[in-house]
């Protein structure tokens, strides 16, 4: 057994091995990286690297070059469109699509669009808001396959799960873990992602690497952050989406308003970035809002798009002289993103117009005609942009077409993922915030209860009746805590869900199973520390195997009810749906756990039957008083000692196996539904 492999294990997102001949010299600054960058391409580094220590490319060579080519690409969906992750409405749209029904209803998107581009080359999608830029990069990126029409070819091969596995896919909202550091995120990734057959200290070489190329020295030991979590800055957190999608080396990355929010320093710098991954043999296609003029001309290729239609598809530097060919002239001086945005917009305050527009319509010319206008002209001039693409295409060399070919497989076995996976799920659920405030709430709660019920003895009717009493709270208390401590993890974590899944990093049921087993810990450490403190405070029967039973009821009763919260938050998939239908589906149980309402009518009796709470009370109740005696639960709560024979409402407290089995089975079924929940729902989610 290689000791150092487990080392490495356990100590997986500590400092890095050092790089050996790798090793970049250098200041830490982001400009520097820069400079290596471009250093790095000139040199052919990759390559380099290969030779002399193959440590820091998933593939042999620099990244297998694609050639993307679109045709004509459409794309439409259904107006009354609801959310994404609803798999009925899914159906529903995929079915009327397929008949060819409701053809009005639908809202086209994208108006055949067609462009391409080859390795090394930057292609900048512009556009006003919502004109159909992210959704040609998902479409582009197969992010959504249903609805499109057109022909999208990457090498001459159309999209399958070996191309899924070139494409990087950087999205607009950076869809990180708070809890992690920027090197974490890095590590894990890469070793979820990359080949078993590159070893530890080549996958850290490899994510090192990425940390100097991006310039993430200075924050690789910071938390990523959000929400109440003080993390890194919004142009950090974006290079580290980009280092995370770039790690297994991608031959096209596409990326989503890579600089929104960023100053134009840090989003002329994250270009460069681009124009250095590009230089490296990448295809890269970026959606962008306002380019200063400076970063504007760093792109090589430049589509524009008005509703859909495209206004413009052609070189970057030779858009302005095809607006002027037109006429359309700026009468200020201005920045080419921001004549281009006006121009897609129709707003044309600023500039002078062709003669023949203004002769067809009345002053000030209305922004539709303008659209129209320039959707018009293009489309003249397509036929012959066109052939010119097809020359570059048909170009791309065989031995591509085959390379691409590959079968999908799993980079991982099933128990490396899950080696790999829970210790992320492990690390960044123990930092949560909030999993802390449950274990102070839990002992808080133990020690006032302790206090409250301080030596309760059941020595007489009322004792006893305050002591179950108790038993019925305790078992409320770690049902709705454990409901509630379930029911949101998927919801939440349904973003880093979908785009893990769609990058192929893990199977989702190694995911479900981490997240189970890690939540788990909690679901059964916080409720031992609760009865510790409450069960010598509370005076409940004072024997070891009683103390262990008790403890044993409680944590059944907290493992079944976090199946059950997993349940519901799969099924709904929302986090404000997913608290309602939890704290719905809990006064349920409550009230026909066997406290409240002991005679429930015949025609509701089947609701106590499904109520694990039910099973729950009855189990803790069985552990503390059974025995010789027997006792009569009573409508109002409590149980009283029977002298004689049992009535007919009465409960004989021996025994409790079945009730065991009952609550195993419960959580073992809870858990199944849940998994298939969660399977149906991300599969017709998108981000
Ligand atoms: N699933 C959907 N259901 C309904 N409408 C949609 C859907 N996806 C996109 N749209 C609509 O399509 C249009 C284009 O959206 P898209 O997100 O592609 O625009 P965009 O150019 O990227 O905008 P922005 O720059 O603001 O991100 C918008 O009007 C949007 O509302």
Redesign the pocket.
Known sequence: MDTRREDEIEDMSLSPPTMGSMQIAGSNGFGHSIEFMSQAYLRNRYSEIDIEDDSTSTHKDRPLPIFLKFEDVEFK?RNS?AS?CNPLKAVVTKVATQLKMDQDKY?Q?LKGITGSIGPGEILALM?P???????LLKVIGGRLLDNVRGKITYNDVQYNSAVKRRIGFVT?DDVLFPQLTVEETLVFSAFLRLPSDMSRQQKYSRVELIVKELGLERCRHTRIGGGFIKGISGGERKRTSIGYEILVDPSLLLLD?PTSGLDSTSANRLLLVLQGLAKAGRTIIT?I?QPSSRMFHMFDKLLVIAEGYPVYYGKARESMGYFSSLRFIPEIPMNPAEFFLDLATGQVNDISVPEDLLESQVSPVPEKAVIKYLQLKYKNILEPKEKEDNHIITRAPEQLQLAIQVKKEWTLSWLDQFMILSKRTFRERCRDYFDKLRLVQALGVAVLLGLLWWKSSTDTEARLRDQVGLMFYVCIFWTSSSIFGAVYVFPFEKFYLVKERKADMYRLSVYYVCSTLCDMVAHVFYPTFFMVILYFMAGFKRTVTCFFLTLFAILLIAITSQGAGELFGAAVMSIQRAGMVASLILMLFLLTGGYYVQHIPKFMRWLKYLSFMYYGFRLLLKVQYSGDELYECESKGGCRKLQTSPSFDTVNLDGGLEEVWIMLAMALCYRLCAYFCLRRRINVCNI
């Not at 808001?129 to 992210?134: E, I, L, V, Y």
Request: glycine residues 18%; hydrophobic residues 10%.
């Open positions: 969906v469109h994404s809202k998107i556009g808001s919502g004109s159909g830029k992210t959704t607009q308003e959606t809002h």
